[in-house]
């Protein structure tokens, strides 16, 4: 059983790594195109703008759940830190169940955001917006995902030293 959940974990990561690389990189994409814009002789893009939020909100959707996984997400480093080894446990611990209790409470809110929207039209793309406000699905359902993996002992130790503690 184990084994399967750790298949689970591995393809639900793949996803969010992709997902969180891909919006990434059209965020890049359209900043490129929007400096390039500036450029006297080079036309400017009207959707640009639009596109660079959409990409943002993708990428907190793709990457929170990683950031719950590892451990980043919801972590003082100057309270857990000196603890001894059991009572960072607890606490870490402690925070997985008060990130899934608030994933769990907005998730009900969530979806009837998304189902509000449904025929709602981006401005200047004049495409479907359903996609975009998904992303309000992906976020709750995220940190609640990798929060049960988390508090099921699949969690991930975090940077080893990125300089707050040391």
């Known amino acids: 059983m184990r084994a399967l959940i750790g298949a689970v974990l591995l393809a639900v990561r793949t996803v969010c790594r992709i997902g969180t690389l891909a919006a990434f990189a059209v965020l890049v994409g359209v900043v490129v ?6 450029v006297p002789g080079v036309p400017t893009v009207p959707w640009t ?17 990683l950031a719950v996984l590892r451990g980043e997400m919801v972590n003082v480093d100057l309270f857990v830190a000196p603890l001894p080894p059991r009572g960072r446990r607890v606490a ?3 925070s997985d169940l008060v ?3 608030f ?6 809110g969530a979806w009837d955001y998304v ?3 449904a025929g709602e039209r981006a401005r200047s793309l004049d495409v479907p917006m359903l ?15 990798f929060s049960v993996m988390r508090l099921l002992g699949f969690g991930q130790q975090g940077s080893p030293a ?5």
């Open 103 to 108: 994933a769990l409470a907005i998730l009900p």
């Open 131 to 145: 996609p975009v406000y998904a992303v309000m699905l992906l976020i709750p359902g995220a940190l609640a995902f």
């Open 162 to 166: 990125h300089g707050e503690t040391v």
């Open 92 to 94: 870490e611990r402690l």
């Open 49 to 65: 703008e639009e596109v660079a939020r959409f990409a943002l909100v993708y990428l907190v959707g793709f990457s929170c759940g």
């Open 115 to 117: 189902a509000f929207s």
């Open 99 to 101: 990130v899934l209790g």
């Open 33 to 38: 195109i929007q400096v390039l814009g500036r």
